[in-house]
């Protein structure tokens, strides 16, 4: 199939590109890799009136350290990550997300704000990205905002940007020294959606967990009160006094009640906590 007629505009300044979304009034899609839209256009599940092509504005492909944070345009793809191509605060976790993501033809146009725009709790980004306590800068016509990534998904392919929006960077705090790592999913081979994702962000030194449960049919869950899962208590032996258990019951709490799905994610849990760091 081919995609239903649109419009396609290509700015050169990120002014322009707002402008054009202000005057589409909800009818305009923005295109950057185009790894999830393209399809979406070609079987006719999206048929925008206009296409804003972002790829020519050069401020969304900057990255650079700002303090204790990466700040990395939205157009900045998984390859450029992957690679080295632009620096990296977390001590080589990114690398790691972006490896795994698909295919390297994949990877090479996927862009780090379209999936975050995209907003599937499949995508590795929104998941990952929400463990590092990560957020996003969005520019509207009139007004500039700063969102955490773990509040900027509201559902299932839905996020808290407006049709006159557009996600201009996105902003990575530094990995501690004492923070230990582990991102895991579970898929039946690669580039297929996940069923089972996690990511773990644990600093026993001070006490402290963010974990995230993607691949499920909303948002992904940021676990509100992760000590309940280690005794009351984040230290050295955490690994020691995870109880599963009580990352069972937590899982219930947040959502997830088929007791099927359930024991996909705690298994994805557990493994992600005994082989973090």
């Excluded at 599940?45 to 790829?55: C, K, W, Y």
């Excluded at 007791?259 to 298994?267: D, M, N, Y």
Aim: aromatic share 4%.
């Amino acid at each position: 199939m081919k995609p239903a007629p649109f419009a396609y505009d290509r700015p050169r300044e990120l002014a322009a590109a707002l402008s054009l979304l202000a005057e589409s009034n909800g009818a305009a899609k923005v295109i950057a890799g185009g790894q999830s839209l393209g399809p979406m256009l070609n079987l006719r599940l999206a048929a925008p009136e206009r296409i804003v092509d972002i790829t020519a504005i050069p401020e969304l492909k900057q990255a650079e350290i700002d303090g204790d944070e990466l700040v990395l345009g939205a157009c900045i793809t998984h390859a450029d990550i992957e690679d080295g191509r632009v620096p990296d605060v977390t001590r080589g976790a990114m690398r790691g997300v972006a490896a795994n993501i698909a295919y390297r033809a994949v990877r090479n146009r996927g862009t780090l704000g379209g999936s975050l725009s995209h907003a599937d709790p499949a995508a590795d980004w929104l998941s990952a990205l929400a463990a590092f306590g990560g957020s996003v800068t969005v520019s509207g016509p009139t007004v500039t905002r700063k969102v955490a990534i773990a509040e900027f998904a509201t559902g299932a392919l839905q996020s808290c940007l407006r049709p006159d929006e557009l996600v201009v960077s996105i902003h990575i705090p530094k990995r501690a020294a004492s923070a230990e790592w582990c991102y895991v999913k579970t898929c039946r081979k690669t580039g297929e959606f996940a069923h089972g994702l996690c990511a773990v962000l644990i600093d026993p030194e001070h006490g402290t967990a963010r974990i995230v449960i993607g691949a499920i049919d909303a948002a992904p869950i940021l676990i509100s009160c992760p000590e309940e899962m280690f005794g009351g208590r984040i230290a050295g032996d955490y690994k020691q006094t995870f109880d599963a258990r009580a990352g069972d019951h937590l899982l219930a709490e947040a959502g997830i009640i088929n007791a099927a799905h359930r024991h996909i994610h705690l298994t994805v849990l557990k493994r992600a906590i005994q082989e973090a760091g």
